[in-house]
DNA sequence: TATCCTTCCATAGTCTAACTATGCATCGCC
DNA sequence: GGCGATGCATAGTTAGACTATGGAAGGATA
């Protein structure tokens, strides 16, 4: 089944809103729950997530801290900053109304 | 009033759709018609729509001749090739899977 | 034992495309 | 005269998703 890529900027608003709902989660968690929720659409590639995390570190939206995973693998856990939850509500409204606009010119045009 | 900047990618089904229900359109009339069926909320930069346009020509999407506004000034009016009316296509069910797609993800995540 | 898949992280380098800034020209209006 | 709107176009910048690649560790299997 063909994937297909991620428009560029959305993948913050994914992740943010993945990590919302949970304490913390690790990477690699973070790119499957993404695929699955998406039912299979999506997919984060490692080289677009890893960049994309260490931005989101400088930017302050996430922390992260070392730990083990259920499996015993050393993982790296991100958990959402209050400036991390405010920029998801910032790209989830921007989001909405970008594609909404964009709608409106390809159903108006 | 704030506008958004166009995710990279739609900006060509933007100007496909626009010009898809016209005979042809000049640059300007195509940037123009997308702000006001956006709503205001687009903007097409200049700096954007023109090599834009230019790439679509390379691509076969466009075709192009110079010609005069009903305001008697000099421009170029595009319109849609076959080709570009295929390429509509595909990119208007392309935009609804992975709209659709991550609406999935930040609904469900 | 060797091999291979999966899990997990990370960086380097490429590439697309939208952006800012800038230049030009003409028209109408004040 | 100046200014805004109409029109086209290019140069250079920038963001960010991509490919490719590297590593390490676990489990399964032959």
Redesign the interface.
């Known amino acids: 089944m063909h994937r297909?890529e991620?428009?560029?900027?959305?993948l913050y608003?994914?992740i943010l809103?993945?990590l919302?709902?949970r304490r913390e989660l690790h990477g690699y968690e973070i790119a499957k729950?993404?695929q699955q929720?998406?039912?299979d659409?999506?997919q984060v590639e490692e080289g677009s997530l890893y960049p994309a995390l260490q931005r989101m570190l400088v930017k302050g939206w996430v922390k992260a801290s070392w730990g083990t995973t259920t499996e015993n693998r050393r993982a790296r856990f991100y958990r959402l900053t209050p400036l991390g939850r405010k920029q998801l509500e910032i790209e989830?409204s921007?989001?909405e109304?970008?594609?909404?606009?964009?709608t409106?010119?390809?159903q108006?045009?």
Chains 1, 2 share one sequence.
Do not use: C, H
Request: hydrophobic letters at 45%.
């Open positions: 297909d991620i428009p560029p900027g959305t608003l994914m809103k993945t919302a709902r729950t993404i929720n998406s039912e659409v999506l989830q921007q989001f109304r970008v594609v909404n606009a964009i409106r010119v390809i108006t045009a």
